[in-house]
Each structure stands twice: as structure tokens, then as C-alpha cells.
């Protein structure tokens, strides 16, 4: 028939056996450093709210007020990296 192509099979993998990589180890390393940075960025805020000296939040927004346009450029490419953690 014209326009139809012969049917092939598709290989989906090889025969030999191939390793598996597990990667539940470096998700956890991951995780746990990712809770770290939050504890330290809580407890560096607390104990200057504690001081009366300027919060963390406070010097954030000071240098976001200064540099907008870096400040959205940097939030804009933050969120795409996370949608792409999220949606892949």
C-alpha cells in the first residue's frame, strides 16, 4: 500500500542486564541539606530579632528594593528551576 510503512519491532532494552542506579542516597543527602540551610537561616534570624538588629527578611528586601530588576530576573529563574524539579 503506498503510504504505509512495514511494521517493526521496538527493542526497549538490551538483553545484557544493566545496573540500576539507586538514588535514594543522594535524594536524602539532598534533603538534609536543604533542612540544614533552613535551620541555620532560622536560627541566624532569631537570634538577630533577639539582638534588636536588622533580620535576615529585612536585609532581603533592602537589596530588593535597590536592584529590582536583578531581584525579579533571580525569583523568575528560581520558580522555573523548581517547576522543572516538580514537573519532571
Known sequence: MRGMRP???LVLASARAVP???????LAVAAVI???VFLVV???DLVLEVRHQRTLGQ???SWA???PLF?????TFLGALLGHFFWH
Open 7 to 9: 511494521v517493526r519491532t
Open 20 to 26: 540500576v542506579v539507586d538514588a535514594r542516597p543522594a
Open 34 to 36: 536543604v533542612v540544614l
Open 42 to 44: 532560622a536560627v541566624a
Open 59 to 61: 536585609y532581603l528586601r
Open 65 to 67: 528594593n535597590s536592584y
Open 71 to 75: 531581584a525579579a530576573f533571580l525569583v
